[in-house]
DNA sequence: CAGCTTCCATACGGCAGAGTATGGGGTTAC
DNA sequence: GTAACCCCATACTCTGCCGTATGGAAGCTG
C-alpha cells in the first residue's frame, strides 16, 4: 500500500509534503486570490511550513507555477475526453456543458483566475490551448447537430463567451446562485435561445433537403 | 484662456501634472498590465516624474485607484445616458451594444482589467454598479422589444455574458479581430440570435395577443 | 552504529516598492 | 523685493518577498 515514492515517513506526526501537495494548494490560492497573488513565502505560510521546503521541491515560482497548470490542463483535458467518450446525443452534451457551468468547482474557480492573467508568459499558452480545446468540443456537438461548419464555430464560439461571461458575473455576485431556482429558469432559457433554436434550425434544413 | 489652476506654469518647459494626468495615466496602466500593477513608483517613471509629486497630488496607492475608478465610472454612466438619449428603436440599440464590442477602446479594456479583480476592496463596488446599469439597460431595451419582465433579464443576462466573455477571449487572442471580414459575420451571427429573435418572438406574441 | 539520503528549519543578502521628511526652484501676492 | 504658496526632487526607513546557504532531524542501508 505504498502511496509515493516519498510518504516514507510514516511514524512522523506529519506526513512530508509532496511536489503534487504543493501544486494543489497553489492551483487552489490561484482560484482565490488570483495568479499574481501565487508567491512561494505566502503558499508556505498557507501550508505551515517554511521555504526550505518548497525549494528542495521546486527551482522557484515559475517552476511551481508550470508545474501546477500543467497538472490543471491534464485534468480539464481529462474531463473533457470523459465527456466525449460518454455517448449522449449533441443536444445533451451541450446542455450538461451549460449546466455544468453552475457547479462553482475548483476547475472553473481557476479557469477565472487564468482569464485574469491571460498575457502572463505561463498561463497565456496554457490557456489558450484550454480554451481552443472546449470550443472545438462545443463546434464538433453544433456540427453533429446539423449547422455547417462556419455557423457552429460561430454558434460554439457564442456558447462560449456566454460561458467565460457568467463566470465573471457571478464573480461580481451578480447572477442568481445555482440553489436559488431562479437560476434553473436562466439555464433552461440559456439552452432554450442557443441550443434549441440551432436544434430547430437544423432540423428545418433537413426538411428543405428531403 | 487659464485650464486649471494648477497650469500656471506657463514659462518652463513642462506643464505641471494635474490630478486628472495621473488618474487617467493611471487608468491606461491598469488597461495595459492589470489593477495589481498600478503602483505609485511605476506610474511614476511611466511619466518621467518622481513620486514627490504624486504624494502631494494624492494620500496614496488607495487614493490614486478610487479617483480613477471613480473618474472611469462616470465617463461610462455618462456613456450610457448619451446612449439612451439617442432616439433609436430598441433593435438599434441592441444592435449597437453588440457592435461596440468591437472596437478596442480603453474603456473596454480597462473594464476587462476591473473584471480581473472583482474581489478588491476598491475595484468590486465600482465595477458591480457599471455591469449592474449596463445590463439594466439592456433589459430595457428589451422589455421595450415587447418581452416580458423576466425573460428580458434573463436575454439582458444573457447577452451581456457573451459581451462580457467576448472581452475574454479577445484578451487571449482566440476570436476574429474587428477588421477582419469574419468578424462581421460573427457579430451578425449574435444579433441574428440573440436581437432579431427575440423580435420576432415578441412579434408572435403581438400576434397572439390581436 | 556509521553513513547516506530525504525533507525541512533557520539565517542571510538582495531587491522592489510604499510612505515620509525635507529642501529647493518657480510662481504669485502684496 | 519678499513672503507665501505650489509643485517636485532627493534621500531615507520600513516591509514583504525572492532566492541561497547551511545545518539538522528522521529514516533507510550496510
Redesign the interface.
Known amino acids: 500500500m505504498k502511496k509515493t515514492a516519498s510518504a516514507k515517513r510514516a511514524s512522523s506526526d506529519r506526513p512530508s509534503l509532496t511536489p503534487a501537495d504543493w501544486e494543489q494548494a497553489a492551483l487552489e490560492l490561484m482560484a482565490e486570490?488570483?495568479v499574481?497573488a501565487l508567491g512561494v513565502e505566502p503558499l508556505a505560510r498557507r501550508l505551515a511550513i517554511t521555504k526550505g521546503s518548497f525549494y528542495w521541491h521546486f527551482s522557484g515560482r515559475d517552476d511551481l507555477l508550470a508545474r501546477a497548470l500543467a497538472r490543471w490542463e491534464n485534468q480539464d483535458r481529462y474531463h473533457l475526453k470523459l465527456a466525449l467518450s460518454a455517448d449522449m446525443q449533441p443536444v445533451e452534451r451541450l446542455s450538461q456543458f451549460v449546466w455544468r457551468t453552475s457547479r462553482q468547482t475548483l476547475t472553473h474557480r481557476i479557469y477565472l483566475a487564468l482569464?485574469?492573467?491571460?498575457?502572463d508568459a505561463l498561463v497565456?499558452p496554457v490557456?489558450?490551448r484550454v480554451?481552443?480545446r472546449r470550443?472545438k468540443y462545443l463546434s464538433a456537438a453544433f456540427r453533429e447537430l446539423g449547422l455547417k461548419t462556419?455557423?457552429a464555430r460561430?454558434?460554439a464560439?457564442?456558447v462560449?463567451?456566454?460561458?467565460?461571461?457568467?463566470l465573471?458575473?457571478q464573480?461580481?455576485?451578480?447572477?442568481p446562485d445555482r440553489d436559488e431556482p431562479a437560476f434553473n429558469?436562466?439555464v433552461e432559457?440559456?439552452i432554450e435561445?442557443?441550443v434549441d433554436?440551432a436544434r430547430r434550425a437544423a432540423e428545418l434544413g433537413e426538411q428543405h433537403q428531403h
Chains 1, 2 share one sequence.
Open positions: 486570490k488570483g499574481s482569464c485574469a492573467s491571460p498575457r497565456g490557456l489558450r480554451t481552443s470550443i462556419s455557423s460561430q454558434r464560439n457564442l462560449y463567451s456566454s460561458y467565460v461571461g457568467y465573471q458575473l464573480a461580481q455576485g451578480l447572477v429558469d436562466y432559457h440559456v435561445t442557443l433554436v
